[in-house]
């Protein structure tokens, strides 16, 4: 009887820790999320409560879909564009990578997104951006933010899809770990796609829907709930894990103001590094870092670093013009932050896995495979 309590007590815990990690990220990312505007003004403010609106909603949804299919084959061909020489190169099995069943698997995933966005309410502090127009103020980010102080996207997109996606990376990587790159990639280019066929308000909705599933593939975050699953509530890992998770945004976003300010002149494939587009993509690629370093930690081995995250870099890398001098000065800023935000004593329990990340990515490495 007391092994049978000692075994519900543990399960308990172990099911409190999945449902911490996660909820800690949902809260962290409600707490960073910002709506994009570019560098456009939107001056209608009952322009944003329509498309905000179930109907506006429903609209913008139906613009969506009716273009999923052409944006998703336009999207494949520039995946195969960028990354078609690295399946010979790196010795892959071109018959794993199957176009049609990453675009239905896409498909999936952006039509229940888009059920979500159609199904969420209009939040009562939206017409807060409706009074700052009556009192002659332009809907500007104050009142944009308003909106998104009331968002709850990330914690039912997390529940929705987040396992769905966790599915999908589980799928890929199972066969072939870098079979997930192109994955990510189409995913990521039919988002871009999308969002250019809509208006600037649109954008501003949509875009942080698109967020969670690029961030979803990119991260391997299903396997970190798993991972913590394994620990006991107050084991060094997971006090270690749960203080730097709620920082992480701010953390990459930290280090990626560094590395513009080392490199304020270098141009990746898609632009300067400071370029809203590129920043966005510097920020996630710094989470996702941070992700692996916490899978391996929970786990106790370096798999999915050597595994799935070094073949990947490795792959996408050098093919997005990013070199891996940027990718070294990273992890020399995000061991400045770990040992700034932990204890040491938590800071050791990270350390040894962040040692593989600072060797495998060491200049030596990619002298000797010519990269």
């Not at 992890?331 to 938590?346: A, M, N, P, V």
């Amino acid at each position: 009887m007391l092994s049978h309590n000692l075994n519900l007590v543990t399960t308990t815990n172990n099911h409190n820790n999945v449902e911490s990690l996660a909820q800690q990220w949902a809260k962290k990312y409600v707490q960073n999320l910002q709506i994009e505007q570019g560098n456009e003004t939107i001056s209608n403010n009952m322009n944003l409560f329509q498309v905000a609106s179930p109907q506006g909603r429903q609209k913008t949804a139906q613009k969506i879909m009716e273009s999923l299919r052409s944006v998703s084959a336009k999207s494949w061909h520039k995946t195969e564009a960028l990354l078609s020489a690295e399946i010979k190169k790196h010795g892959m099995d071109h018959d794993i990578i199957n176009p049609w069943e990453i675009a239905a698997d896409s498909f999936k995933i952006y039509q229940k997104t888009l059920d979500i966005y159609t199904q969420q309410a209009v939040s009562p502090l939206i017409f807060e951006a409706i009074k700052l127009a009556e009192l002659g103020n332009s809907v500007d980010e104050q009142a944009l933010q308003f909106y998104n102080d009331a968002q709850v996207i990330p914690s039912q997109l997390t529940t929705v899809i987040g396992k769905e996606i966790g599915a999908i990376r589980n799928k890929y990587t199972s066969v072939d770990a870098r079979v997930i790159g192109f994955v990510s990639m189409q995913f990521h280019y039919t988002s871009q796609m999308l969002i250019e066929l809509l208006e600037p308000i649109e954008r501003s909705l949509i875009s942080a829907y698109f967020k969670v599933i690029d961030d979803h593939l990119y991260m391997p975050l299903q396997r970190a709930y798993k991972a913590a699953a394994q620990h006991s509530y107050h084991s060094p890992v997971l006090t270690a894990i749960h203080q730097l998770l709620p920082a992480s945004t701010q953390i990459a976003q930290n280090i990626c103001q560094r590395i513009i300010e080392t490199y304020p002149h270098y141009q990746s494939m898609s632009g300067a590094l400071s370029s809203p587009m590129v920043k966005i993509s510097t920020i996630r690629d710094v989470e996702m870092f941070q992700v692996y370093l916490w899978v391996s930690a929970l786990e106790g081995n370096i798999t999915a670093i050597q595994q799935e995250l070094f073949p990947l870099c490795v792959m996408l890398y050098p093919k997005l013009k990013v070199h891996w001098e940027l990718i070294r000065q990273m992890l020399y800023f995000l061991r400045k932050e770990i040992q700034t935000r932990l204890t040491s004593q938590q800071a050791d329990t990270l350390m040894p896995y962040f040692q593989v990340l600072w060797q495998i990515f060491s200049p030596e490495v990619f002298t000797e495979l010519g990269l």
